[in-house]
């Protein structure tokens, strides 16, 4: 009886002995048959190999939130988790990030815990309400509202892969989910009191949407984050570097505060046509408030219109008429601000009847393609990682130039972890002769945000040793490299300003891909 | 040692315990209360509990009807005078819970939505989807946690009792942290520590609920009530034994054979698929022995058939169920048949407890699975167990308390401290050849053979010499972990320790009992046998091994009667 044993893997655990401090690998071949789960191969070791190997476990059917460990760089809960699915023979298994280290893969919950022990994790209603001796009346339409935020299970897994965690005063995704949960509570009356807890820390959020993606399930903490936000914006309850962006946008329809007049002063010294004297071109290019206002990011505009006419292809931006995509700010919860800006975009690209937009930021092209009112109107949108990638395997763009730096990627939240776009940036910097690629040990699913997305590029004020960008900038020295590429204007400006917070200008530096294909050229 | 002193100790922090400890917190805010369990409380079994929780909430049904339909199920073998309280409380712990905020389903009118559940002849099972008790527990948790005269303990582990002439006066318990064995003096302490189920292989019970507490209990001198009875679940997915709710059937799942018939026709024609547990399951083993299970690579088994329901339905009052049968069974609820087969699922039995929830012990206090009250007899209906957990987890506590109000604190005795840190300390040092997962797998392996569904004298024998002398092997154990911080080891062999215990109690406890009586069947003894056994077993810790007496059972309205579906 029994299923054979289809393969032999093999499973290295980082272990931490606590009696004398010491940090070691074990490694052990675990035989795997169908059906095998994650939580069965370690208590195979257990039983089997090695009686000291440490690690939680209790229902073995994803509900108590015990198991939760990372495989290969990514947080799971193991008994949920069939090894063969993994599709590896060799599993590099860690304790959840973030998190100190008790024993092997035990870590210490207790910060988890006390945090989400900061919200009310009851109804909040009149004591008189309670003195009732039925049910609170509740529709199932309005159960539905916020049920799928009940399925959290506090495993932690959010909580380990948030990068706002390492900055302690954030509540993390997990107890700000419970807190949208009552909020969003047909039955609760806690109202402002419950936005208290939340309202000095929330705006660490970068929606890198990590908590999301390796949710185990499925719930939408980085939607519920954006909710709870909107609720602060509608009281106004708000920390001043937030409003100033949501005025800037406001006044100006850009988040820099800049005239819109402005909008095509980084393209002065080059040929470039405009909306609406252009009616007709191969592609719109949708250029970005950080690359056309920051004086920085103008060079990754430059470079990108350097590239195109190289490609001889015809292009237009908007000009005056481009308004912010607005991603940011649905991500701090002005929605309606943000339906503005997509209703003003929507419009322009409907009158200039365009065929193909091409973006040079990962978040105009995710809110193009995912958020509504953007989604209805179907664009075909691209993010430039794609569109060149794409030109450089045609050979209608040839990269000759040696480009001499030792590379490592990081990969944008909203480029890869909401979009899947993982390998084009990685085509194009391998087709620059002499430049050597590095993978960050954190990277694709894994990769660990620079702290620029919801804003916070423009509200930051944790102190420099809990900000993301420093933390990733860190990494990215550790493996040796001179240059930093990305594939969003925010990360440049972010992981730049962490270089000159560690005072390592002349170590590394930030080149957005676009730079780097623009030298290769 | 160091001493840690509060007014009620809460031991396991599932459903009754948690209960427990807000109940207590409600009698006074001047007690200090402790909640010491093992693991996170989140991380509890309760969280796996999923079809519902039973309450008497339509005006249509009633008292009666709920507690005969218990007592009936029960096979007449529970307390009446506790069913009766029981069946009272229950419609006001369900609202408790939602007034914490539960999310409970909903009817269209905003009302607490019920469903269909084996052996209740009224669909009065209160459900949250099919997340019942995980919703439940993180509820109570959550208002647990409000309370600022509640000390929680987490991932301390408990491992005596200590008692001082017929009353309670504290524990002994691992710091998982340190490692360092502390006591703790308590006025009053509630076991709520879970079933011990985990003896048996094939089970749908967490890694961690091993029956600590009863066996700490019955080592303490107080006697373990009715243990022969272990409920067989009809539905333990294959091949983990993973629960799959009963509700799955009551939502109108069927259960097909080898020859794609819906069997439960010959053994239950009235109640089909939704006859109580000890039928359906007997009726699915008979199938299985008698070569009509479907044949699949770990043996025979029986097909839960939910596609009729379709997509919706599934999704949105079974969503648990299919994510499960996909990422553990390999199959869609939607599309194919779910693999399952009866797995030990819940101990009628347990420390012996009255109506107050007082075991025998002053001071100590017992409720949920790990006690016997007994309410479920000799076998449990479907979702009776949530509630039990709410209404007597919440006696329990109450009682506690006012005990605590009233009692002093007595000394714990340095002699019977310094005996269990010996205890404790040579376990963690053996170095003998048998390893403890070994140990364990024989043991879950004998009950699986020899203790099952369909028992026998001769193999209730057997069973008993093989776990007797895995009780003597276990002094060779090694535990291979030799250090202080988190030892897993250490815990597993602690836990062994209690199940080798709970194994052996069960399977002499079930030895005379020649009748077949709910859950406890007798090939060689078929038919219930009222004249000589309508009585409770209550086994009492000798060194020898367990010595039984008999006490009677409380008939209030219901006088046995033959018991068919």
Known sequence: MGVETEKIVELTISRFDPETGKHYTSSYKVPVRKGTTLLEALMYIKDNLDGTLTFRHSCRMGICGSCAVNVNGKPMLACYTQVLDLKENRLLIEPLSNMRVIKDLVVDIDPFFEKLMKIKNYLVKPEAEFQKPHEFLQSPEDLKKFWDLTLCIKCSICYSACPATIDERFLGPASLTANYRFIADSRDQGGSERLKPMADNIWLCTQCNSCTLFCPKLVGCANAIVDDHSLLVETGDIPKTVKDVLESVYKYHNPMGTNQSKRVDWAKDLNITVFPETKKADILLFTCCSTTYDARNMEIAKAMAFILAKMGVSFTTLGTEEWCCGDHILRLGEKGLFEELAAHNIEMFRQFSAEKIVTLSPHCYNTFKKDKPYSDAKLNVVHYTQFLAEAIKKGIINPAKPVNRKVAYHDPCFLGKRNEVYDQPREILRSLPGLQLVEMKRTRQSSFCCGGGAGRVWTEEAESEKRPCVDRVKEALSLGVDTIAVACPFCVTTLEDAVKVLDVEGKIAVKDVLELLREAI | ?565
């Open chain 2, 1 to 565: 040692m160091e001493k840690l002193t509060h007014d009620v100790i809460v031991v396991g922090a599932g459903l009754a315990g948690l209960r427990a400890a807000v109940a207590a917190a409600e009698v006074s805010s001047k007690l200090d209360i402790a909640v010491l369990t093992k693991h996170h409380p989140l991380r509890s079994h309760s969280v796996c509990a999923q079809g519902g929780t039973a309450a008497v909430t339509n005006p249509k049904d009633s008292f009666d009807l709920h507690a005969f339909d218990t007592v009936k199920g029960a096979d007449y073998l529970a307390d009446q005078d506790v069913v009766e309280f029981f069946v009272k409380k229950a419609p006001s712990e369900i609202v408790l819970t939602e007034h914490w905020g539960c999310p409970w389903s909903r009817t269209p009118e905003g009302k607490i939505d019920q469903r269909a559940f084996g052996g209740h002849t009224f669909p009065r099972a209160c459900f949250a989807a099919d997340m019942t008790g995980f919703h439940e527990m993180h509820a109570i948790y959550g208002k647990a946690k409000s309370y600022s005269n509640i000390k929680f303990y987490d991932e301390w582990f408990a491992t005596s009792l200590i008692t001082d002439q017929g009353a309670v006066v504290g524990l002994t318990a691992i710091e998982m942290k340190t490692g360092i064995l502390h006591a703790f003096q308590a006025k009053s302490i509630v076991m709520a520590t879970g079933g011990h189920e985990r003896i048996y292989e094939f089970t749908t019970f967490s890694h961690t609920t091993t029956g600590d507490g009863m066996a700490m209990a019955y080592r303490a001198g107080v006697p373990l009530e009715d243990m022969e009875f272990v409920q067989f679940h009809p539905t333990g997915l294959i091949p983990s034994g993973v629960l799959i709710t009963e509700g799955a059937r009551g939502e109108g799942g069927y259960l097909v054979n080898a020859n794609g018939e819906r069997f439960m026709k010959r053994y239950a024609a009235e109640k089909m698929e939704l006859a109580p547990r000890d039928v359906v399951s007997r009726a699915e083993q008979t199938e299985i022995l008698e070569g009509r299970g479907l044949q699949g690579p770990y043996g025979p088994y029986i097909a839960l058939d939910l596609r009729h329901l379709g997509e919706e339905k599934i999704n949105e009052r079974l969503p648990l169920i299919r994510d499960v049968a996909l990422k553990l069974g390999g199959v869609d609820p939607v599309k194919e048949v779910i693999p399952i087969r009866p797995a030990a699922h819940y101990s009628m039995g347990g420390i012996k407890a009255n109506i107050r929830a007082e075991t025998p012990v002053l001071g100590l206090y017992a409720s949920g699975e790990c006690s016997c009250l007994s309410l479920h007899g000799a076998n449990r209906l479907g979702t009776n167990s949530t509630a039990e957990c709410l209404v007597f987890g919440a006696v329990s506590g109450e009682e506690a308390a006012k005990h605590a109000l009233a009692a002093g604190l007595r000394e714990l005795s340095q002699e019977k401290l310094l005996a269990e840190e010996a205890r404790v300390s040579a376990i963690a040092a053996r170095n003998g050849d048998e390893r403890i997962s070994v140990l364990r797998d024989k043991m879950r392996r004998i009950m699986n053979e020899k203790v099952w569904i369909y028992r026998r004298g001769d193999q209730l024998e057997a069973g008993l010499k093989e776990i007797r002398d895995l009780k003597k092997k276990f002094v060779d154990i090694s535990v291979e972990d030799k250090g202080k911080q988190f030892n897993t080891g250490l815990l597993n062999a602690l836990q062994l320790d209690f199940m080798l215990e709970l194994a052996e109690v069960t399977i002499v406890s079930a030895l005379p009992r020649n009748e077949s009586r709910g859950a406890h069947s007798r090939v060689d003894y078929p038919k219930r046998d009222d004249q000589n056994w309508l009585k409770h077993t209550l086994a009492y810790y000798t060194k020898d091994g367990p010595r039984l007496e008999y006490a009677p059972v409380t008939i209030t309205k219901w006088p046995p009667m033959a018991r068919t579906y």
